[in-house]
């Protein structure tokens, strides 16, 4: 969203995760293709971490991140930007945790739940991801800036 427009929505942590391939790379991407959503801002991000693969799946390790957006789209029509920049990464859906080049959950979308399978918020498995929480933690702090009406 341009410098000076405010898309005056609500706070939304979106988690990043990738193990395949160049995975900064796809982090980096996904930055930068969230700051372009419509109706969106991107506020800031946590510092990047690895964290061993969870799950039964041998597979390699995951660079995670948090970043804190400001947006006026509802949580279904976010879910759908994450859906295709995921495919954008060329991520294959299908293996449940399986490896995958990019992975966007939406972690919690300001004070609301959600009990679809389609879309659960908060997300469920915040409460057995530790490192979710330390950037949750990084993030929460942050004040939202309002743009200046000159930028
Ligand atoms: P994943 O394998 O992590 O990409 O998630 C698989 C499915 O979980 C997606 O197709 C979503 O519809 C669903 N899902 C449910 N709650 C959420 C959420 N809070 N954020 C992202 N995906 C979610």
Do not use: C
Not at 73 to 99: F, K, Q, S, T, Y
């Amino acid at each position: 969203m341009a410098t000076g427009q405010q898309p005056s929505g609500e706070r939304v942590y979106v988690a990043l995760g990738s193990n395949v391939g160049d995975r900064a790379r796809h982090l980096a991407y996904a930055r930068a293709r969230l700051a372009t959503l419509p109706r969106t801002r991107l506020v800031k991000a946590s510092s990047v971490e690895e964290t061993a693969a969870l799950g039964p799946i041998p597979q390699g390790a995951y660079l995670n991140q948090m970043v804190l957006l400001e947006t006026a789209l509802e949580p279904g029509a976010l879910l759908a930007h994450l859906h295709a920049i995921e495919a954008e990464r060329g991520r294959e859906r299908g293996i449940r945790w399986g490896p995958r080049t990019l992975d966007l959950d939406i972690v919690r979308f300001g004070d609301r739940a959600a009990h679809d399978p389609g879309l659960t918020i908060p997300h469920p498995e915040l409460p057995n991801r530790p490192f979710w929480q330390r950037e949750l933690a990084e993030l929460d702090g942050t004040p939202i800036p309002r743009p200046t009406p000159d930028g």
